[in-house]
């Protein structure tokens, strides 16, 4: 019988207890004796001989893509001749079979070898060889048929299977690669019935089961498909491509998706070297939201397939996501390198430029999509919008249009083409095509979005309320609509309902910083600086960069007297924004209580050094588009402040470089003189106590008067100022728009009341919004701004040189420039005991704001209670406890044997505090800096104030009281003179009661003097006809 060597192995599976020796087949049957990876021993047994010997046999496996099983390298098997024994008892055709096997072996293991280096043509040589001499060769045949696939040759590669099948071979390997190459011929069919053949032989052979898998998804027999590869990692877990396709394959079918994430990370797991995987790995993790763990698998992926263009399409969309726009944009531009005309590369480049304002850029990636492909819609809408940003808007229209034509989507062209309008300010035509999309879907998000947006533009904060709610209902989850929503409550003063809005949203996400930022500016609002604070703190942690958080805080700090913090969140702001008012405003903290006389001047050289900086470095401040901080609290130091202020001003954009937007002025109806009064404080406060007289009392048949205010008061008083003057605006919080705003109202004269009490309208005085511009009083300093032409004072206050404190022309009135209400009184005013005030000993009252508080009354406060041990000085709590706490430990270190009769009691509302001056038995007037409304107040009730008059205006305002009623018993010169006659009128009661009497006797003359207003109307009258003279 001839033998045949390549018949070895057809017994593989059989016991050696039941092996047969007459086998049919052949006279030499084999038995496995152990397989090792690759390696496969057999032994041959021999029935002439009682002897074993070993031979290496060479095993074909399939690999993981379906492709010839001889075509993966890494599962290539290696034929190895093992060194035979000698034997006794040798037949003679052992010979012959040795003589052919070492031959066919020796060809067989060159053909391999040449194959794994891929010298595919010399492998092909060798086994023709090989196949000339044994012809029925089946390992040759098998091998063959490989080699030839990898050479893109199915047909012939097809026919060499078939004639190793033809030996009688029926190998699981052999139909698989027969299965492959029938697939890539395009014969399906054949293709499934090899691949089902190769696991009727052998059930547990992984590869088969796979490749069916594919041949069953090829044809759309998805469940079928799923079925096989699940089969396969079922008999082989560490299959990776099985794990691969069937994650690609699940979400095509219903359910299973959670699976997904599952198989590609087994299958990036078990081979990390394959860059497809880790692609596939990184999709699947951006759809899910993971978007810093895609990033890193994209990279991977990259790091393995460098030049793979798709990869860097897709790490590029990834890094964009996460706002790593420029590094997003270098790896789009290195694949359009690669692939110029790839679609998604120059989609994503376009979409990077158009977002980061590129609009002539992005343009050109959008026209060159549409080259390839004039139908692609998204490319289409976006160049629309960039040709509207580029203001080229026929052509934005037309593009428009185009996109309709071909998507039909009529509201998305209404839409958009509302926003051409809403570009060209033509707010009209903008809301009618709103509405045409809207009538089609009443529900169009993101049309409702766009009124809301129109609705701002026109002031309409309650419509854009209304319409928030609307967008609020029909995405429930969406945490910036809600946001949305409740900072246009805090617009419109809706206080409690935005508390309730940022409520709702922090308990959906407490992550959302802007919420925080929001709240943390309702608390400040409503004088809660710690809570503040801590809702900034909690902006920060959630996001460090936030520059207004920093500078809010850095506000807040600077207002309790905190500077080091608010130095440290002002330098933490400049860190990530550097930004000229914020510098300004970091240059010109100034504490609030003054610890010394050497820290006021510390704190002044620090403040000229500060500014003759920023104007060296010319770094300038914009007072139309920034809110500037004030110098407030530089007038309590008792100094002159001119050279300060006007250094200030020099900071302040030079007037002729400020362009106002163009006016759209209002018509006159009649020829009155048009006065508008701005301030912050038209409202129960010392402010508006001094101006209410005047508005109402003003001839209104001559002066048309109008009221600005950033707040609108709701108070008696708020009303008040809104009922009585001809007209009431409400000023924007967008110093820009408010420019604008007045501007418009074409003006004859601005009169600031209060100037350098608040910021809002500190800015707006360095600004020329009206022809001619006044301040009087409320904050007795000159503003330094060359753009303020008149200081209204009265000849009963200042002092000869004046003038030379004041940077505007001094107008001195001969009465007061005040039309003041007589305060209301209680009906019964409360006792020392039901205030909390010490029922016996004699109390001086200085009921004034803590920073009035100069260390020079620390020796006045001082000298009373040595001189009177029973006395105590009455002071009244601030609206910061850190004040209290500072002024209580700079009186322990002046006074320690006395600082304990310093009584601070808590705010008090009008009544009670009028009960306190009831019970005070003397005022004293706080100096460098006096009292106003307080004097008025305590005068009122005869109450006698011990006042020493300093140089500056801001101390002789009470000495202008007693002036106008001709009654100076209490007016000193020195401060030994004031502590001398303020415990001379406490503990002589006759004395007081004298001075009471005069006070009473002439004091009605101080309130609802007529004769002010009169004043003030000749005032604007004449300054207006200087003016339209010269």
């Known amino acids: 019988m001839e033998y045949h060597p390549w018949k070895l192995g057809l017994l593989r599976n059989c016991p050696k207890d039941r092996l047969n020796p007459h086998d049919r087949h052949n006279r030499y049957s084999v038995y496995i004796d152990e397989i090792q990876g690759d390696r496969t021993s057999v032994d041959l047994i021999s029935p002439q001989a009682n002897s074993i010997r070993k031979f290496g046999l060479l095993i074909f496996k399939s690999n993981q893509t379906g492709e010839t099983d001889t075509q993966d390298s890494d599962r290539n098997a290696q034929y190895v001749n093992l060194s035979c024994p000698l034997w006794r008892n040798r037949h003679p055709i052992l010979d012959k079979m040795d003589r052919d096997m070492t031959s066919a072996t020796k060809l067989l293991q060159r053909a391999v070898s040449h194959e794994r280096n891929g010298e595919l043509q010399a492998s092909e040589e060798t086994l023709k060889k090989l196949i000339t001499r044994h012809p029925r060769h089946s390992d040759a045949l098998h091998l063959m048929g490989g080699v030839i696939l990898k050479q893109q040759r199915p047909v012939d590669a097809l026919n060499f299977f078939k004639r190793a099948l033809e030996t009688g071979t029926r190998t699981a390997p052999l139909f698989s690669n027969m299965g492959a190459t029938c697939r890539q011929i395009g014969n399906l069919t054949e293709s499934i019935m090899y691949y089902s053949k190769a696991i009727e032989i052998d059930p547990r052979y992984a590869p088969a089961w796979f490749n069916l898998g594919i041949m069953h998804e090829m044809q759309g027999d998805l469940e079928s498909a799923q079925k096989c590869y699940e089969k396969t990692i079922e008999l082989k877990p560490d299959f990776s491509a099985a794990h691969n396709n069937l994650a690609n394959l699940i979400p095509k079918l219903a359910g299973g998706e959670t699976m997904v994430l599952k198989h590609q990370e087994k299958a990036v797991q078990l081979k990390p070297q394959n860059a497809n995987y880790q692609n596939s790995l990184a999709r699947t993790l951006y759809t899910e939201g993971r978007h810093e763990e895609s990033l890193e698998c994209f990279q991977r992926a990259i790091e393995l ?12 969309v990834v890094l964009n996501m996460l706002e790593r726009s420029e590094e997003a944009l270098e790896l789009l531009e290195k694949a359009l390198e690669m692939v110029p005309d790839h679609p998604v590369a120059l989609f994503n480049a376009g979409k990077i430029r158009h977002n980061s304002g590129q609009h002539e850029e992005a343009a050109l990636y959008y026209r060159s999509i549409l080259e390839q492909d004039n139908n692609h819609v998204s490319a289409l809408l976006n160049l629309a919008k960039c040709e509207r940003e580029l203001h080229n808007y026929d052509e934005s229209e037309q593009l428009f249009i185009r996109y309709q034509e071909i998507t039909g989507n009529e509201k998305v062209t209404f839409l958009n083409l509302a926003f051409n309008k809403l570009y060209q300010d033509q707010l009209i035509e903008s809301e009618e095509l709103i509405n045409k999309a809207l009538e089609i879907d009443p529900k169009y998000v993101e049309a409702i979005e766009a009124m809301v947006r129109l609705r701002k533009l026109q002031d309409d904060f309650p419509a854009v309320r209304d319409l928030l709610k609307r967008v609020c209902m029909l995405k429930p989850k969406d945490i910036d609509c809600r946001y949305q929503l409740a900072n246009c409550h805090y617009k419109l003063d809706e206080y409690a309902s935005c508390e309730d809005r940022i409520m709702q949203i922090l308990n959906l996400d407490d992550t959302h910083f802007p919420t925080w930022f929001l709240l943390g500016n309702l608390w400040g609002l409503h004088d809660k600086p710690d809570k503040a604070i801590e809702c900034y703190l909690k902006t920060l942690e959630l996001c460090p960069s936030h520059v207004a958080a920093h500078t809010n805080i850095a506000e807040l700090s600077r207002g309790s007297g905190d500077l080091e913090k608010a130095r ?55 007072p139309d588009r920034e809110i500037l901080p004030t110098l407030f609290y530089l007038a309590y130091h008792g100094m002159d402040d001119r050279s300060l202020l006007e250094r200030y001003s020099k900071v302040v954009v030079p007037s002729n470089e400020f362009e106002p937007s163009p006016r759209v002025v209002v018509k006159r109806d009649d020829d009155r003189i048009r006065i508008g009064f701005i301030s912050h404080h038209f409202k129960n406060h010392t402010i508006g106590n001094l101006n209410q007289g005047l508005i109402k009392k003003i001839d209104h048949t001559r002066f048309h008067t109008t009221v600005f205010s950033q707040l609108k008061h709701e108070d008696y008083m708020g009303r008040l100022f809104q009922n009585e003057a001809d007209e009431f605006i409400h000023l924007k919080s967008n110093i820009g728009a408010a420019v604008e705003l007045i501007q ?32 009087s009083w409320g904050h007795p300093v000159t503003s330094g701004s060359p753009e303020i032409d008149y200081y209204v004072s009265t000849e009963l206050i200042d002092g000869p040189e004046a003038q030379q404190h004041f940077t505007e022309e001094l107008v001195r009135f001969k009465t007061l420039p005040t039309y003041f209400y007589y305060p209301s009184l209680p009906k019964v005013f409360h006792t020392r005991a039901e205030l909390g005030l010490p029922e016996k000993g004699n109390l001086y009252v200085c009921p004034q704001s803590l920073f009035k508080f100069h260390p020079d009354m620390d020796d006045i406060f001082k000298g009373i209670l040595q001189q009177d041990p029973e006395g105590y000085v009455i002071l009244i709590d601030g609206i910061e ?69 300093p140089v500056h205006q801001r101390g002789r305002f009470t000495q202008g009281l007693y002036r106008k009623i001709d009654v100076m018993d209490c007016v000193v010169e ?34 609802e003097e007529v004769e002010a207003v009169r004043e003030f109307e000749s005032f604007f009258e004449q300054i207006v006809q200087k003016t339209q003279g010269s």
């Open 305 to 316: 397939s460098p030049t793979n263009a798709d990869y860097l399409v897709d790490c590029g």
């Open 568 to 622: 440290e969140h002002f330098d933490l702001s400049l860190k990530y924004k550097d930004d000229p008012a914020t510098r300004l405003k970091r240059s010109v903290l100034i504490p609030p209580i003054i610890g010394s006389r050497e820290e006021i001047l510390m704190t002044r050289q620090a403040l000229e050094l500060n500014l003759d900086e920023m104007i060296s470095s010319e770094c300038y401040v914009h």
């Open 744 to 775: 418009n109202q074409d003006l004859d004269i601005l009169y600031y009341p209060d100037l350098g009490m608040d910021p809002y309208t500190f800015s707006l005085a360095h600004l020329r919004l009206a022809p001619l511009q006044c301040v």
């Open 881 to 949: 406890q850190k004040w209290n706490k500072r002024l209580r430990t700079r009186y322990q270190e002046a006074m320690p044997q006395e600082h304990d009769r310093i009584l601070f009691i808590s705010r008090l509302d009008h009544e009670k505090y009028m009960s306190l001056v009831h019970n005070t038995d003397v005022m004293l007037d706080p100096l460098p800096f006096g009292g106003g409304n307080t004097s008025y107040q305590a005068l009122a009730l005869g109450i006698p104030i011990v006042t020493c008059p």
């Open 974 to 1007: 020195s401060y030994e003179d004031y502590i001398n006659l303020s415990v001379e009128l406490a503990l002589n009661k006759s004395k007081r009661d004298d001075v009471k009497s005069k006070i009473l006797n002439s004091n009605s003359i101080l309130f």
